[in-house]
């Protein structure tokens, strides 16, 4: 069975770090795209950040450049996002995706062409 796996979230202090890992079985994730996507509470879910298949690009959101990281591990069948520097606004549940669509990271992130997504973890920022 096809699936991904969000870990890492939980409750952090504003300023705090926190490090996200999406596992995936079923597939191995260097041959798709891969997004991170958020969903605050009362708001539509947004594109957080972007690797392309090889790794050599990636995108972020305005709202979390310069603090925000995104890598992929083949070897271990995962992609990270690391967090750092973070603000009670990134309080969200976040979902890793990916898709065979593409092989870059498009703008803006195509939410309908993510063929598999995990179940999300929760970041909760507040002191």
């Known amino acids: 069975q096809l699936q991904l796996v969000e870990s890492g979230g939980g409750l952090v202090q504003p300023g705090g770090s926190l490090r996200l890992s999406c596992a995936a079985s079923g597939f191995t994730l260097d041959y798709k795209m891969v997004a991170w996507f958020r969903q605050a509470p009362g708001k539509e879910r947004e594109g957080v950040s972007c690797?392309?298949?090889?790794?050599?690009?990636?995108n972020y959101a305005d709202s979390v450049k310069g603090r925000f990281n995104i890598s992929r591990d083949n070897a271990k069948n995962t992609v990270d996002l690391q967090m750092n520097s973070l603000k009670p606004e990134d309080t969200a549940v976040y979902y890793c995706?990916?898709?065979?669509?593409?092989?870059?990271?498009?703008?803006?992130?195509?939410?309908?062409?993510?063929?598999?997504w995990g179940k999300g973890t929760l970041v909760t920022v507040s002191s």
């Open positions: 995706a990916a898709t065979v669509y593409y092989n870059g990271c498009p703008n803006p992130l195509p939410q309908g062409d993510m063929n598999y």
């Open positions: 690797i392309s298949k090889s790794g050599a690009s990636t």
